[in-house]
């Protein structure tokens, strides 16, 4: 039996999980599928950012486009780390694609005009 | 001088949410005021995911939930300034406003939302006994450092709180390559949300110590270490429990503290949530001056603060309309467990229904929340868990509404 926090919501529901895969203590299917593949393959998305070369002391905000192995968290962020973009930027522009070969991609989430 | 229908102080996500639902109801004549470069307020800073749930259905960042009220504030188009500050504001609604290019200006409003966001406890609201050296600073600051500009704010790291925003930047920094050795809470539980120590502390191996703060801190020049020591039930410092730890940076997330300074002069009561009190249309104790978001009871998600700002537009425009009712007042009380209670009155004439927001003063477990008036119980609600950390809503229809004389109050009763 393992027990862990639903990160799905700000519910935080407290998820049990027994050997054969029940899970108990979801207040939704989400609660189910999270506690599955934290589990099996535990997955996060990324929120970072990344320099704004054309302006002064000043970062825009980006995110995965999906989710990526917990295991490689520190590996995106040094690619992260490594890119910049000129502004204007706009939510949703790909900085860089298929990242590690995760199969998902870098996404600006501001606005800099 | 120039006359404005409506003023909304604020361009965060409050302003944004009372000025679209005032301009719906067909107020033209609105102007937002925004002291920052930017309309957004803090969202513009709080660059991780898990904002609008409740308003969009999907989990975004603070800048991508911010940007689609811009866009509308843009569509509707409602007119703004940013780079501006309210400076003065009188009971009659006469507005000084600063702006760094155009200089001063006075208007004349005939409503008003004050929409001013919240501040954080800094080191002087704690009193943390010690050197006065570099490098505390609150989570906030901390945050626009990192996320706007690009500066990590020390190497080694202890965060005193652990309320959300301490949780979420444990995680941005130890991202940045920051080793955050231990969040530490005075309290015997965190004021946090479980899926932020989830996914912010334990993801990270970050130890979260409760019942200890800081006792002393350290430093010459910058901070060299902290002093963590146990507490008691009465928040007294156990001797013998120290932990020494060596530290550049101590960041503090100790709460944070409704932001209405412009309603010092203009004799506006405040209420138990350090914010304006309210009535059900977010409208202080003045005719005409609204209020709504953090600036009238810190709230935990963007969503319920875009929420109450629609409340607060809504209530502007039936004000402008001469249309907001207005009759004997219904005085709501919080007791027994309940810190406070949003609005604090309620007009007797009121024809919609009403939400009433509260928190617990400590978790609780299988209680009712009674809602009675006058001795005769109004509603019987059972809630499994209630925990300070978490902003409760009730609503009463406008049928329950009725059985309401001239007090309500609100208390919780062991199951």
């Known amino acids: 039996m393992k027990e862990f926090t639903c990160i799905i919501c700000p519910r935080g529901c407290r998820l049990s999980v027994d050997d054969n895969m029940n899970v108990t203590g979801n207040f939704c299917p989400r609660g189910k599928q999270y506690a599955v593949s934290e589990l099996t393959n535990p997955v996060r998305t990324i929120t970072s950012s990344v320099r704004v070369n054309n302006r002064e002391d000043l970062l825009v905000s980006v995110k995965t486009s999906g989710s990526i192995p917990k295991g490689k968290i520190f590996e995106v962020m040094e690619e992260i780390n490594k890119l910049s973009v000129s502004a204007p930027t706009r939510i949703g522009d790909v900085v860089a694609s298929n990242i590690l070969g995760l199969g998902v991609d870098i996404l600006i989430t501001k606005n800099i005009d | ?415």
Request: net charge neutral; with cysteine; aromatic share 4%.
């Open chain 2, 1 to 415: 001088m120039r006359t404005i229908d409506l003023l909304i102080i604020g361009g965060g996500s409050a302003g944004m949410a009372a000025a679209i639902q005032a301009k719906k109801e067909g107020i033209d004549d609105i102007l937002i005021v925004e002291r920052d470069e930017n309309l957004g307020g803090i969202l513009n800073q709080c660059i991780h995911n898990g904002f609008g749930l409740t308003e969009f259905k999907e989990e975004l960042t603070g800048p991508e939930y911010l940007s689609r009220f811009v866009k509308q504030v843009e569509e509707l188009k409602i007119p703004y300034m940013t780079n501006s500050m309210v400076i003065d504001m009188t009971k009659d609604k006469i507005v000084t406003i600063s702006n760094k290019d155009k200089g001063v200006e006075i208007v004349q409003a005939k409503a008003i939302v004050m929409a001013t966001g919240c501040y954080e406890r800094g080191a002087g609201a704690i009193q943390i006994p010690g050197d006065r050296c570099a490098g505390i600073i609150t989570a906030g600051t901390a945050q626009k450092y990192l996320n706007i500009h690009g500066y990590l704010c020390g190497k080694r790291i202890v965060i005193l709180g652990s309320g959300d925003i301490g949780l979420i930047m444990a995680r941005r920094l130890t991202l940045e390559g920051a080793k955050v050795i231990c969040v530490s809470e005075i309290m015997p539980y965190s004021n946090g949300l479980n899926r932020n120590i989830a996914q912010c502390l334990n993801d990270y191996n970050i130890p979260l110590y409760l019942s200890r703060s800081v006792s002393k801190v350290i430093g010459k020049d910058r901070l060299e270490k902290v002093i963590l020591s146990a507490v008691d039930e009465k928040m007294q410092f156990i001797p013998g429990t120290e932990m020494e730890i060596e530290c550049d940076t101590l960041i503090l997330s100790v709460g944070l503290i409704p932001y209405i300074s412009l309603l010092d002069n203009i004799d506006c009561p405040a209420s138990s949530t350090k914010g304006a009190k309210v009535n059900e249309h977010m409208e202080t104790m003045i005719p005409g001056i609204f209020s709504c978001g953090n600036c009238l009871h810190v709230h935990d998600v963007v969503d319920f603060v875009t929420d109450e700002g629609r409340l607060a537009g809504h209530g502007a425009a039936m004000y402008l309309k001469g249309k907001l009712a207005r009759g004997n007042k219904i005085v709501v009380t919080p007791k027994d467990g309940i810190s406070y209670v949003v609005p604090q009155e309620i007009n007797r004439d009121n024809q919609e229904d009403v939400t009433f927001k509260f928190r617990v003063r400590t978790p609780v477990k299988d209680v009712w929340l009674i809602i009675e008036s006058n001795g005769q119980q109004v509603a019987k609600i059972m809630k499994p868990v209630l925990i300070p950390s978490e902003m409760v809503m009730v609503k009463l229809s406008k049928d329950k509404l009725d059985l309401i004389k001239d007090e309500v109050t609100l208390r919780l009763e062991a199951r």
